[in-house]
């Protein structure tokens, strides 16, 4: 059964950049058949789509997020990171990854447990 | 661009059934998922593909997508049912979460 957790600082200056990394178990980062996602959820808000990475090294970004985020797999450590630069207290929120299933309707599933990340000086 | 609606709020009685409604432009054209976050714990998925139930869900959980809404209905509503859901959709390779509907089960 394959199960994610994320990883990283839950306290970030603002202007400085943020990264957070998810590692895999049970399952592999360089399988065809998945796309590795990063969501997240503001205190008091819904869900927001990040972008996620597919085991060909291809991206797809949320547009609003897209001119500060990068997403990347490291196929040797069965991981992907998130790196967010120039951040502000609206990027407070929780983190999640999770495991998209590339299918007729790509669905997420499953998801870790997430990760709560400040941004205060 | 392109937005999905949700209610933010719906109060259903224990056994009775809940519907969330989650609209958008030609919606049935598109497939759409749904989850539900309890406090403190992580989104799980409890309706993929329009109408289809992973194996781990209750079979009071059911979906349905046609012209510009999908619903996610919960009949014989369960204490355990009462969380946030979310609907979920995929436009030009990007991702859309719908706002989330609060199910409260009085």
């Known amino acids: 059964q394959v199960q994610l957790q994320e990883s990283g600082p839950g306290l970030v200056k603002p202007s400085e950049n943020l990264s957070l990394t998810c590692t895999v178990s049970?399952?592999?980062?360089?399988?065809?058949?998945?796309?590795w996602s990063w969501i997240r959820q503001p205190p008091g808000k819904g869900l927001e789509w990040i972008g996620y990475v597919y085991y060909s090294g291809s991206t797809k970004y949320n547009p609003s997020l897209k001119s500060r985020v990068t997403i990347s797999a490291d196929t040797s450590k069965n991981q992907f990171s998130l790196k967010l630069t120039s951040v502000t207290a609206a990027d407070t929120a929780v983190y999640y990854c999770?495991?998209?299933?590339?299918?007729?309707?790509?669905?997420?599933?499953?998801w870790g447990q997430g990760t709560r990340v400040t941004v205060s000086s | 661009s392109y937005e999905l609606t949700q209610p933010p709020s719906v109060s259903v009685s224990p056994g009775q059934t809940a519907s969330i409604t989650c609209s958008g432009d030609r919606l049935g054209q598109k497939y759409v998922s749904w989850y539900q976050r309890k406090p403190g714990q992580s989104p799980v998925v409890v309706i993929y593909?329009?109408?289809k139930r992973p194996s781990v869900i209750p079979e009071r959980f059911s979906g349905s997508n046609s012209g510009n809404r999908a619903t996610l209905t919960i009949r014989g509503t369960q204490a355990m049912d009462e969380a946030d859901y979310y609907c979920l959709t995929w436009d030009t390779s990007t991702v859309l979460f719908g706002g989330g509907t609060k199910v409260t089960v009085l």
């Open positions: 593909e329009d109408t």
């Open positions: 999770a495991r998209v299933v590339v299918a007729s309707d790509n669905f997420f599933d499953p």
């Open positions: 049970g399952g592999s980062v360089s399988s065809s058949a998945y796309y």
